[in-house]
């Protein structure tokens, strides 16, 4: 990865990577795997969560205000976007 950020979160250096304005992959955090900013929440539980039906209100409210419904609803932009990007080109018929 290049193009890496560095801030001072509670005293520490949090190194990452911006996929988006919520969504990252941090060195040292969940194996490099996309996470919300600031959190070790893996996007992946989220989507599943979504995909299960819950409702993403309910998911806002379990995470106490540690991912907003922008961050989930960017998780979801980002990783509907790379599921196109990687479809086949069909010829016309």
Known sequence: ???????????EPYHYHPLGDFVVRAVGICGGRPTFKYTRIEITGTLERLAAGEHI???????????????????????TDQFIKTL????SA
């Open 1 to 11: 990865m290049s193009d890496f950020l560095t801030e001072i979160v509670a005293g």
């Open 57 to 79: 209100d309910e998911i806002v409210k379990g995470y106490r205000g540690r991912v907003s419904q922008a961050a989930m609803m960017e998780a979801v932009r980002l990783v």
């Open 88 to 91: 086949p080109h069909l010829e």
